[in-house]
């Protein structure tokens, strides 16, 4: 496998505890849910969130935002930056396109 796939494959242990897991009625192959944080939590709820507090109140500060939902400031600015596609002018959020419309 490693020739074809390179270091891409899983390792030669991976493959034996799957095997063990399929002989005992595993039936997928998708991941067991671990208890913990999530790997990202600019989820599609989190990102309506902002996006609703920020259409009430143009003016919020990442700070009050930060309040408000729980949420750390790094995902809050990416949530902004990344998926809203917004930046501060002045002393409000506005998207980074402009149109007529607004």
Not at 13 to 31: C, H, L, M, P, V
Not at 62 to 90: P, Q, W
Request: proline share 4%.
């Amino acid at each position: 496998m490693r020739d074809v796939y390179g270091g891409d494959c899983p390792s030669r242990s991976t493959i034996y505890k799957w095997i063990e897991r399929f002989e005992n009625g595993w039936d997928t192959a998708d991941d067991d849910h671990r208890p913990g944080r999530p790997k990202s939590s600019s989820t599609q709820s989190n990102i309506r969130l902002i996006e609703s507090i920020l259409d009430e109140d143009r003016r919020a500060t990442v700070r009050e935002l930060e309040e408000t939902t729980g949420f750390s400031k790094s995902i809050i600015h990416t949530i902004i930056k990344d998926e809203l596609e917004m930046s501060r002018v002045v002393v409000r959020w506005v998207p980074k396109l402009l149109s007529e419309d607004l």
